[in-house]
């Protein structure tokens, strides 16, 4: 097994691409990360979160399964024009599949526990049956990847949370048999010259083998991390497997049933995670490989002729294509290749946003279905024009293995507190707290802030309601230019612990928020969301660094052997709305003065206050302003205590929302209020500096001398601007509520009505988008009208080239 190295590679394409002939790629767009977007090709546009393609045997179909949070969807496309047909579905997910007749397709129910049948023989998708593998919703089963035998009599279905394969006969519609298989499945495909059948887990880092003729499994094959995707050279002997948790593609020897050979995906050796290779298609001569890497928005190309001959494996990197934002699957009809981009070509802003005081009205943009996919096509690039492409998706890349050693900033001054150098522990910062709130924008919050971008007409939380918040931020430093890197808490609070989200937490919150069954997975309740090498809090521990956890994650810390085991706050409730976030920096409070004492303060501090989340207009819970204020409220007294405490000298408070996506932002759905709090915070200063969640966590980690955890991490803006070597050991004095904590929801509104029907014990455990609506409506009125929707893209405003 070895990894393919690229870097030489990169040099001779730079060199080529002064002469290369470019195909037809978009103007350069910048995300809110901080990674830019140039995609190659036409485009067409498809629906919420496009998560897998099938093409049909004569290679002139084309179906998409769109599983987003929003509506869901099946598209059937002509390869050689547009749309010919969309349906709406129920529930779905990635499973798609054409019959070997090519006039049916096969796709996956999702959480109704089946598979259904389209007749497309007429250029159309008509539904004629489907396959009940379970009763719907329960118990759970998921339907994921799906398959037929040569024939076309017997359907494979593998499931992702009861773990299963399902065997069915397609003429009686029954099932045949369930065989369990290991952790989390995710796709299966049968051998071109054979009738085995190969499965993905998704959870176990591993392929299993079943025969038919046997009725059982027969083997399996170890591979990297997460392998999802599958394609076989055309005799059956190799069979590549992309792995998304380890930026690779292990490359399988079906008759030794051995990895030969492991390509890696990521743009340089030995990157952190976050390229995460998802798709991949072999081109008609099976000489080209393609792999999807959904986060590092490209293609890479790799020259497989070696592997194809059955000649020693011996691939090599040909460099990159760039694509839209997420691609998810790739396939190739001759020489056109066709990439779903699962989020489509930028960000956006929303100031028809989701509102807690409101319901939900029809355009609502709600972030978590903001972002359609796209289909993007386009010729097979010849070797000059992959040179320049190349050069394209290194350009839009802020990643690189010397920012992963020295962080990104000419402009950083010598005697930072924040060092630059990974490793060099900050010489005056000893002690990070970094607090963690739930789901606002920055225009709901520090819309009516001067000196900052916001709009009044969005501000929901004025200086009146988060009197605190808006002292911190004109004391210390404004910051108008902040991006949370999720979409909702599911991978907000990943996103805010690892700089990352995998592709289990991407590719599975959208079912849950959409209301089509699945469970909450993404604080540490499933390792098959963890990344590979897992979360801060095991970076600190792998450093013998102290550290804690005041109710983030508490999941995680009831895992024996996991790095929370023993180091979470007992005595510090989890998410529940019916705790005042006041209460919780008490208990704090207590736990701090006991650490001072026994000399055993944490290095590293997270801190969860979550009631800004709010209960909406539900009857007798407190009203989202007097929610919103009892954060507000605890945030400052938090600063107010640790500023009068004996380690302040060494401290630093950072303070960020997990996501935005209960809130309109007139810049960006993305854009999220953000505190940085020190001796060393520069005082009284407005940065309008573009930063992102990973930024904040790169911060962090180079004051507590740690590495970067992802590719998004290492590529990030430290907020070293933020900060200033002169210490100014002022205190800060918190400031009393001006609104009544207890003030409750009394009125049997609509929006009450519908807030009732909420299950609010969970974060996010409900209709998101229905639940900023009631916001909304209960601040600004029942009959309040939002603002119409703006579109926003960032064009070249970020400098990569420092």
Wanted: net charge neutral; aromatic share 8%.
């Amino acid at each position: 097994m070895r990894f393919l190295k690229i870097l030489a590679f990169f040099t001779l394409v730079c060199c080529a691409a002064s002469v290369a002939q470019t195909p037809q790629t978009a103007p350069r767009v910048t995300l809110p990360n901080g990674w830019s977007l140039t995609p190659t090709g036409r485009s067409l546009p498809l629906g919420d979160l496009p998560l897998n393609m099938a093409l049909n045997p004569k290679n002139t179909r084309l179906a998409v399964t769109n599983n987003g949070q929003s509506t869901q969807s099946i598209q059937l496309i002509d390869v050689s024009g547009g749309v010919l047909d969309e349906v709406e579905i129920k529930k779905s997910w990635v499973g798609l599949r054409f019959m070997p007749d090519g006039k049916r397709l096969l796709a996956s129910g999702g959480n109704d526990n089946r598979v259904l049948i389209y007749d497309v023989s007429g250029d159309k998708l008509v539904k004629i049956d489907s396959v009940v593998l379970g009763k719907a919703m329960t118990p759970r089963i998921s339907v994921a990847g799906v398959e037929t035998d040569r024939s076309g009599q017997t359907l494979y279905a593998v499931t992702k949370d009861d773990s299963s394969l399902y065997v069915c006969d397609l003429t009686t519609k029954q099932v045949s048999q369930r065989i369990k298989l290991p952790a989390e499945p995710y796709t299966c495909l049968r051998s071109p010259v054979g009738d085995e059948l190969f499965i993905t887990v998704w959870g176990g880092a591993k392929v299993v083998v079943y025969d038919p003729k046997q009725q059982k499994l027969s083997g399996e094959i170890a591979t990297a991390d997460h392998p999802n995707d599958l394609v076989f050279t055309p005799n059956g002997r190799y069979l590549f497997v992309a792995c998304a948790n380890e930026n690779a593609v292990s490359v399988i020897d079906v008759r030794a049933r051995k990895v030969t050979e492991t390509l890696n995906t990521a743009l340089y050796p030995d990157a952190p995670a976050g390229s995460t290779p998802n798709g991949l298609a072999l081109t008609a001569d099976a000489k080209t490989l393609l792999v999807a890497n959904a986060d590092n928005n490209c293609l890479a190309v790799f020259d497989v002729s070696a592997v194809t001959a059955g000649k020693p494996p011996k691939s090599r990197s040909l460099g990159f294509i760039p694509t839209g934002w997420y691609p998810t699957s790739v396939k190739i009809a001759d020489r056109k290749v066709m990439v779903a981009n699962g989020k489509g070509f930028s960000s956006k802003a929303n100031p028809k946003g989701p509102n807690p005081y409101k319901r939900r009205e029809v355009g609502t943009e709600y972030i978590g279905g903001l972002f359609k996919g796209t289909l993007s096509v386009f010729e097979m690039p010849k070797a000059a024009e992959l040179a320049s492409l190349t050069k394209l998706v290194y350009g839009n890349t802020p990643y690189t293995k010397e920012r992963e050693k020295t962080a990104i900033g000419t402009d950083w001054p010598a005697d930072s507190p924040i060092p630059k150098q990974v490793g060099q522990k900050s010489a005056q910062i000893k002690y990070v707290f970094y607090i963690i709130k739930e789901n606002r924008t920055y225009d709901q919050v520090f819309g009516d802030m001067p000196g900052g971008n916001g709009d009044t007409s969005l501000c929901l939380f004025p200086e009146k309601i988060t009197p605190n918040q808006h002292a911190l931020a004109r004391e210390f430093v404004l910051l108008d230019n902040f991006y949370v890197d999720a979409e909702v808490s599911a991978d907000g609070h990943n996103w805010s612990m690892a700089a990352y989200a995998n592709d289990y937490v991407e590719k599975t919150w959208p079912t849950s928020y959409g209301g089509r069954g699945g469970s909450y997975d993404y604080e540490g309740s499933r390792p098959v969301a963890y990344p590979k090498k897992g979360f801060i809090w095991d970076y600190c521990q792998r450093a013998g660094l102290r550290y804690r956890s005041y109710g983030e994650f508490e999941a995680y810390a009831r895992r024996k052997g996991s790095a929370l085991d023993g180091r979470f706050a007992p005595n510090y409730p989890d998410y529940d709305l019916n705790v005042k976030d006041i209460d919780r920096v008490e208990i704090w409070k207590k736990d701090l003065d006991s650490l001072i004492t026994r000399e055993a303060v944490p290095h590293f501090s997270s801190i969860r206050l979550g009631n800004d989340h709010t209960s909406g207009a539900r009857i007798g819970a407190p009203t989202p302003a007097a929610h919103v204020a009892d954060n507000d409220l605890a945030v400052g007294r938090f600063v107010e205590y640790l500023s009068k405490s004996p380690i302040w000298k060494e401290s630093a408070v950072f303070v960020l929302e997990d996501d935005a996506q209960n809130g309109p932002d007139h810049v960006d759905a993305h854009r999220s209020p953000a505190l940085v709090i020190s001796p060393y915070t520069k005082r009284r200063h407005v940065d309008h500096t573009m930063y992102s969640t990973s930024g904040m966590l790169r911060t962090m980690e180079l004051i507590l001398g740690l590495p970067p955890m992802s590719q998004y991490d290492a590529g990030a803006r430290p907020m070293y601007a933020c900060f200033t070597n002169k210490a100014d050991l002022t205190p800060y004095t918190h400031i009393p509520a001006n609104i009544d904590l207890e003030t409750k929801n009394t009125a049997m509104t609509e929006p009450a009505r519908q807030s009732e029907k909420l299950d609010l014990r969970y974060a996010d455990k409900i209709d998101d988008r229905l639940f900023s609506e009631i916001i909304w409506k209960a601040v600004k009125g029942e009959n309040a009208v939002m603002p119409a929707p703006r579109r926003g893209a960032f064009l070249n405003v970020m400098d990569t080239d420092d």
